[in-house]
């Protein structure tokens, strides 16, 4: 079983950032998609950033601009840089790999995901 550790929620004001951190014990072969998602389905996640195995991004739009997600491949580590906090941003985060992305919509299938961390941005 995979284990997923979330780091970096919190509470900020309006205009304020974050940085959300997520260690893999282990990232199987399969799954080549990294990524944040917020509260969604557990099988299909409607996602925030996502990030391929060859190091492409792709952002939901309402965050594009704001948020850079980033990876340390070697430390099988995750990151959401979290900028120009709006108070529309407030929500639990999931941060997962899959080995599917219907990337139209950034909606990840099946993988590993955390638990989930909260962040809430007041106004």
């Known amino acids: 079983q995979v284990s997923v550790v979330e780091s970096g929620g919190g509470s900020v004001q309006y205009g304020g950032s974050l940085r959300l951190s997520c260690s893999f014990s282990?990232?199987?072969?399969?799954?080549?998609?990294w990524g944040w998602v917020r509260r969604g389905p557990n099988v299909a996640r409607e996602g925030g950033a996502a990030?391929?195995?060859?190091?492409?991004?792709k952002y939901a739009d309402s965050v594009e601009g704001r948020f850079t997600i980033s990876r340390d491949i070697a430390k099988n580590t995750l990151y959401l840089q979290m900028d120009n906090l709006e108070p529309g941003d407030t929500d639990i985060y999931y941060c997962?790999?899959?080995?599917?992305?219907?990337?139209?919509?950034?909606?990840?299938?099946?993988?590993?995901w955390g638990q989930g961390i909260q962040v809430t941005v007041s106004s």
């Open positions: 997962g790999v899959a080995p599917r992305l219907v990337e139209s919509r950034l909606i990840f299938i099946g993988g590993d």
């Open positions: 282990r990232v199987d072969a399969k799954n080549v998609y």
């Open positions: 990030s391929d195995s060859k190091g492409r991004t």
